[in-house]
């Protein structure tokens, strides 16, 4: 049974930095595309930033370019978004996702099929 955990989240100020960390279990994570999206109070879910299986290949949301950078170690089964320069409207719950070994859908966004529980990040101006 496949299980992502997200962490690192928490509350900062306007300008600051965090790091999110998505550990994943029960799959051979290598294999997988990863992403995280976010979903602020009363928006629906929207793509932040994917990785391929190799972190050879990464896309991005015009609203995080240059400020978030995603980042993955398959020796430790875990993927990270680094997030800096935040803004109050990056205030969210952050979640990671994997994509199935095979197709493009995971470039932009779409297709995930195993998420996490999320983790609240709050940025505070």
């Known amino acids: 049974q496949v299980r992502l955990e997200e962490s690192g989240g928490g509350t900062v100020q306007a300008g600051d930095s965090l790091r999110l960390s998505c550990e994943v279990s029960?799959?051979?994570?290598?294999?997988?595309?990863v992403a995280w999206f976010r979903q602020a109070p009363g928006k629906e879910r929207s793509f932040v930033a994917a990785?391929?299986?190799?972190?050879?290949?990464?896309n991005y949301a015009d609203s995080v370019k240059g400020r978030f950078t995603i980042s993955r170690d398959n020796n430790k089964n875990t993927a990270y978004l680094h997030m800096s320069t935040l803004k109050p409207d990056d205030t969210a719950v952050y979640y990671c996702?994997?994509?199935?070994?095979?197709?493009?859908?995971?470039?932009?966004?779409?297709?995930?099929?195993?998420w996490g529980q999320g983790t609240q990040v709050t940025v505070s101006s």
């Open positions: 029960g799959r051979r994570f290598s294999a997988h595309p």
């Open positions: 996702a994997l994509h199935p070994p095979t197709g493009s859908s995971w470039y932009t966004g779409y297709d995930y099929d195993s």
């Open positions: 990785i391929s299986w190799n972190g050879a290949t990464t």
